[in-house]
């Protein structure tokens, strides 16, 4: 399978963190990118792994791992069911911690499907919309008075009225003016001929279409018009929480009931790309969250490793495992040791390791005596 690659902004939200604690982790040489400055898929696991140490720390069952030596299949269930019983439910069976970062690391860069998470997409992806809706056509407001401080028959009024005008199509604050600053800003006052309210409205219609805000008959006909809102409106839409919660209001109510799914294929913006990245982005933050909540939480609950040494355990498995006993995934170690002491087919490396983690108190190291070894 070919390694996916992202860029830092990418990259640090699915990983949770701001792209300038990511930077500084490149820095560090704790997270490594490739000539172009990308970050591969693999360098997940860092942050996996913090996650599962944070999750030790904070919980209070910890991690056990079992070593045997040469057992048949039929014994390693019977211990497996033995741990199982001897916990009490309250660790999880983990094969490795390799396995266990895998399988996040998938559920890193995927996206549940059931009903509850895909309505929870859903809110989110809309307000994010509706944010991006009111923070554009704001900006677009202003662009729009800036280029009219020259323009004496429009200066003359009040930028509050102004603005009102061009961001909601009406006047709240200077009503008796309306229809005077409406006929000043439809004057083609602009070097090309053009109107403050004609720019103004043709940037709405184009952060709409950009928004896929759309009809889906083709037409890119907007679904919503400038004069739809209010003052009250677009500051309700600037105090929601990104996690969902809509307001009782009816403009945005009536938003989310609209028919807003970007188009797949969309590459620029009259295609409705902006919405499209706002999708990927609530995907990618529900996919992370889940992900690394799940290492976080196997750390919290505790869990168990059997690692039964055989002919076919290779060098690798070995060196991986000793990595992880020496880093302190494993709170307790339980080795088979008949009559007191080692096999003599116990790997060096892992006679070693047991000895380190003794002396230096990484985990508490003993012999093991579930039932059956």
Partial sequence: MTERFYSYREFARIVGISPQTLSELIKKN?????SAGQ????????????????????????????????????????LLQTSKEAAGGKLAGVASIEDLINETRKSLFSVKTDDVTLNSIRVQYV?????ELAKRSHEAAFRCI??????????????????????????????ENEDEIRR?????????????????????KSIAVSLHIVADDGSKRPL??????????????????????????????????????????????KDG?????????????????????????????????????????????????????????????????PGGSLPANFPDALRTALSVCHKNNIAVVRTMKLSGS
Wanted: net charge negative.
């Fill in 30 to 34: 704790k997270v490594r990118v490739n």
């Fill in 39 to 78: 970050v591969p898929e693999r360098e997940v696991e860092y942050f996996i792994r913090r996650k599962l140490k944070k999750g030790l720390d904070d919980g209070t069952n910890g991690s056990v791992l079992y070593i045997t030596v040469g057992k048949a299949q039929e014994e390693l269930e019977v």
């Fill in 127 to 131: 307000t994010g919309i509706l944010k």
């Fill in 146 to 175: 800036s280029r009219c401080a020259d323009i004496s028959d429009i200066n003359r009024f009040p930028l509050v009225s102004l603005y009102e005008m061009l961001m909601y199509d009406h006047l709240y604050t200077d009503k």
């Fill in 184 to 204: 000043c800003l439809l004057k083609g006052v602009l070097s090309d001929g053009s109107s403050l309210l004609g720019t103004m409205e043709a940037a709405f």
């Fill in 224 to 269: 919503i018009s400038r004069a739809d809102w209010n003052p009250d409106t677009v500051q309700s839409i600037r105090v929601m929480p990104d996690e969902g919660g809509i307001p009782d209001n009816d403009f945005i109510k009536k938003f989310f009931t609209m028919p807003l799914v970007p188009g797949s294929g969309a590459r620029s913006r």
């Fill in 273 to 337: 790309l902006e919405a499209l990245k706002i999708l990927k982005a609530v995907q990618t933050k529900n996919a992370s969250k889940d992900g690394l909540l799940k290492a976080y939480n196997t750390g919290v609950r505790g869990y168990y490793t059997f690692f039964n040494v055989s002919d076919e355990t290779t060098e690798q498995e070995l060196e991986t495992l000793t990595g992880d006993i020496y880093q302190g995934y494993y709170k307790v170690i339980e080795f088979e040791a």
